[in-house]
């Protein structure tokens, strides 16, 4: 299933208030993302809502594809660890990075930059309207990620709606 933490949440309660559970109703594996995605939803949801079902923060849009979060074992456990996105499955060779310049430091914050490469598809250097902290690799994607996605602060909207850089 693919919900944003809002309807994630507001499923698993009527749920509830029906008997059951997402994990009951057949719910085994969840991607979510979104603004509202923070460390705190995720322990929350996880300790709340799920019923044990399996659930990844991602980013992404269709035209990047999606960008699942790095496993728990590969995050630290400190109650302010990062939610690292990663690029989607090994198949497709996707790669994200977030970046101001291409020689931006691990945790030093930018404008998100995306690279997919599939054998179907190549899309360099994509701009996304969101920044957040560079990561490092990891064991199981060998390509970096980033954290505290959040929307791109220099993008704001005029009097007419236009949005400007």
């Excluded at 944003?4 to 059951?20: D, F, H, I, Q, V």
């Excluded at 690799?137 to 970096?144: E, M, Q, T």
């Excluded at 220099?154 to 007419?160: P, Q, T």
Aim: with cysteine.
């Amino acid at each position: 299933m693919f919900a944003t933490p809002k309807l994630l949440e507001a499923l698993a309660l009527r749920l509830e208030s029906m008997g059951t559970t997402i994990r009951k109703a057949g719910i085994t594996g969840i991607f979510s993302g979104g603004t509202e995605f923070t460390p705190q939803w995720n322990r929350f949801a996880h300790e709340e809502l799920l019923d044990g079902a399996y659930m990844t923060p991602t980013y992404g849009n269709t035209l990047m594809g999606l960008a699942a979060s790095a496993p728990e074992r590969a995050r630290t456990t400190t109650t302010r660890s990062p939610i690292t996105r990663r690029s989607r499955a090994r198949s497709s060779k996707s790669s994200t990075s977030t970046t101001r310049t291409s020689s931006s430091s691990y945790g030093q914050t930018g404008r998100v930059k995306l690279t997919t490469l599939t054998k179907e598809f190549f899309m360099p250097g994509f701009l996304e309207r969101d920044e957040g902290e560079r990561e490092p690799a990891c064991d199981n994607y060998p390509w970096d990620g980033i954290s505290g996605v959040r929307p791109y602060r220099a993008l704001r909207v005029d009097d007419d709606g236009r949005v400007c850089t």
